[in-house]
């Protein structure tokens, strides 16, 4: 009206920027693909627990796996009895059953299971205590009975040196001892899930980089490494220092995220940049995860990982399409080049696109599935 058109032209030109200026497409752009990406997620067991989950995984580099329960099937078997000079196989197997029935780690499992195959009936012990990521002690008739870690008991040479054949030979081993007294060794063996090295491979296909930590020997760790396609194992951690590898890691400069599925996981899962809890494994877990992989194949980490970096890619999609639309049109409009009902059309398409751009993400695909 100021440059002297008609008032006709002015409200013409006034209805098509308020038309045109509607946030529409800006306020679908991010809640439609963080729908579509999470449903599609909870199609295929990855339960994301926030949207800022999403920028974690755009940044991360490292990912660190722990070893049992989640590269390997955590389903240990004891495979053989070592007994000590002068100790029979009854009495060692006895003895570890007993002491190793009140812990629920899943060597204390393996041994329960291989001893009550030999001794169907196992002695009750009292005074049981847990050495977080040693082993345990107990009491029975009188005796403080201790299985755990080889460095827990002062063992002879022979077995010192059996000890060391059988690490390794990728085993765990567990000492046996009686008041101080060594009983003998066993041995159990985890075994590599089948998907395993696909999924450390899916892993370095997206860029990044592998580490494996455990509890174990260092021989242990590295046979699953060289197994599974890891380059980088972090051996003998306690339970309590995983925390103290993630952080270091951090400080290293690197983005980290952390698998695991066990209590003692909880804390570097809390720690990481981005924690992936297997569904598997405890709750205590679960909780302290950013994502839950509902099924414990490792391959879902990677899907995870593929699937918000895509829900991430499609939001940013739609948010510059949006903002592109409003940029190119209001110029036009506010010039009166745009007539209100071609700008109703233009403010639903974007709408539409921005719907559309979101639904692709259904046609997602997993390896998993």
């Known amino acids: 009206m ?19 200026a509607c946030p529409c497409a800006l306020g679908l ?29 755009r940044r991360v580099d490292t990912v660190v796996l722990d070893k049992t329960g ?29 002491v190793e029935h009140g812990s629920e780690h899943p060597i204390a499992a393996a041994v329960v299971r291989g001893a009550r195959a030999e001794v169907p009936e196992l002695p009750e012990v009292s005074d049981f205590a847990n050495r977080e990521g040693l082993g345990v002690t107990a009491t029975l008739d009188g005796r403080r009975l201790t299985a755990g870690r080889p460095s827990l008991v002062e063992l002879p040479d022979d077995l010192l040196a059996r000890a060391d054949q059988e690490q390794r030979k990728g085993r765990t081993v567990v000492a046996v001892a009686a008041d101080d007294r060594p009983l003998g060794l066993l041995c159990v063996t985890d075994t590599v899930k089948p998907t395993s090295a696909r999924a450390v491979r899916e892993l370095r296909a997206l860029g990044l980089r592998p580490v494996l930590l455990t509890g174990d020997h260092r021989a242990v760790a590295e046979a699953v490494a ?106 036009l409009a506010a010039l009166g080049l745009l007539n209100p009902m071609l700008a109703g059309a233009a403010m639903a398409f974007s709408s539409l696109f921005v719907v559309t751009n979101s639904l692709r993400l259904r046609g997602f695909r997993a390896s998993t599935s």
């Open 2 to 20: 100021a440059a002297g058109r008609p008032l006709e032209f002015a409200v013409t030109a006034a209805v098509a920027v308020l038309v045109i």
């Open 226 to 331: 060289a197994e599974v396609g890891v380059d980088e194992v972090i051996a003998g951690v306690l339970p309590a220092d995983k925390v103290d590898v993630v952080r270091k890691l951090q400080a290293e400069g690197r983005v980290v995220a952390m698998v695991g599925d066990g209590v003692n996981d909880a804390p570097a899962l809390a720690a990481a940049d981005l924690g992936l809890a297997m569904g598997t494994g405890t709750d205590v877990a679960i909780e302290a995860g950013d994502l839950t992989l509902v099924r414990g194949d490792l391959r879902a980490a990677a899907d995870a990982i593929r699937l918000s970096r895509r829900t991430l890619r499609t939001i940013k999609g739609n948010l510059f399409w949006a903002f592109a639309y409003n940029v190119a049109s209001l110029p």
């Open 70 to 98: 989640t590269v390997t099937t955590g389903r240990l078997e004891l495979v053989d009895v070592i007994p000590a000079d002068g100790v029979t196989r009854r009495e060692l197997l006895t003895v570890a059953g007993a």
């Open 29 to 57: 752009a991010t809640p439609t693909a963080l729908l579509v990406g999470t449903g599609r997620g909870a199609q295929l067991g990855i339960l994301v627990k926030g949207p800022e989950v999403l920028e974690s995984t």
